[in-house]
């Protein structure tokens, strides 16, 4: 199957600093790429459409100042959270979209903790 | 509003018997629907995908029945191991929603 890479796997980072997290579609063109985010025992939740080329699609109640996204090509789309604090320690997925049909790969996901 | 549900958020089984997991979606009608998997802090892998106008579908030991009159997927682990042992989840196609998933235990 499709393979898609996120990077890094586990971050630790101060509160107030920014982590930028990678997603990488390795094996085919993705021009939707999702970001999720998750808490333990809990589903994925959507907080962001990304396009290749145009600004990404934020789901209500999701800071699109504090999530910031860029999709510059149509294999990298990058997360950024700014002066993060201890409350989006998360594990973070991505996924890119695959067509005929439809179907999302997922990233490894990646751990943020923020102290 | 649309809604998807997943059976019981826990089922355990023993080794070689065969689980069913069931996922039920309200207020739409998908073209399709994925099953995936997820193991504990890793992100989830997709496994079978079944269109609507397939009954059945099958791979390996899993076998995805898809009822677009009952609103409902049925996904089948034979012969269960306990490196089965996992959280599946659910995905009506086009949505962007997954149920929350149903943890399977798998024991000896």
């Known amino acids: 199957g499709a393979v898609v890479s996120q990077h890094p796997s586990r971050v630790i980072c101060k509160s107030g600093t920014s982590v930028k997290i990678e997603c990488r579609s390795l094996?085919?063109?993705?021009?939707?790429m999702f970001w999720y985010r998750q808490f333990p025992k809990k589903s994925l939740m959507l907080m962001a459409t990304?396009?290749?080329?145009?600004?990404?699609?934020?789901e209500q109640g999701v800071e699109k100042d504090k999530f910031l996204i860029n999709h510059a090509s149509l294999t990298l789309s990058t997360l950024t959270v700014t002066s993060a604090h201890p409350e989006d320690s998360s594990f973070y997925i991505c996924?890119?979209?695959?067509?005929?049909?439809?179907?999302?790969?997922f990233g490894p996901g990646t751990r943020l903790l923020v102290l | 509003s649309q809604k998807i549900e997943q059976n019981s958020e826990a089922l355990n089984i023993q080794e070689g018997k065969t689980a069913t997991l069931t996922c039920n979606y309200t207020?739409?009608?998908?073209?399709?629907l994925q099953w995936y998997r997820q193991d504990p802090g890793r992100g989830p892998v997709f496994l079978l995908l079944?269109?609507?106008?397939?009954k059945e579908k099958r791979k390996e030991r899993l076998k995805v029945t898809f009822d677009t009159t009952l609103k409902q997927s049925l996904f089948h682990i034979t012969a269960s191991q306990p490196a089965d042992s996992a959280t599946y989840l659910c995905?009506?196609?086009?949505?962007?929603?997954f149920g929350t998933g149903t943890r399977l235990q798998v024991t000896l």
């Open positions: 996924s890119a979209l695959s067509s005929e049909p439809e179907t999302q790969y």
């Open positions: 094996d085919f063109q993705a021009t939707t």
């Open positions: 990304s396009n290749e080329g145009s600004k990404a699609t934020y």
């Open positions: 207020n739409y009608s998908p073209a399709y």
């Open positions: 079944i269109r609507e106008n397939e």
């Open positions: 995905a009506p196609g086009g949505k962007l929603t």
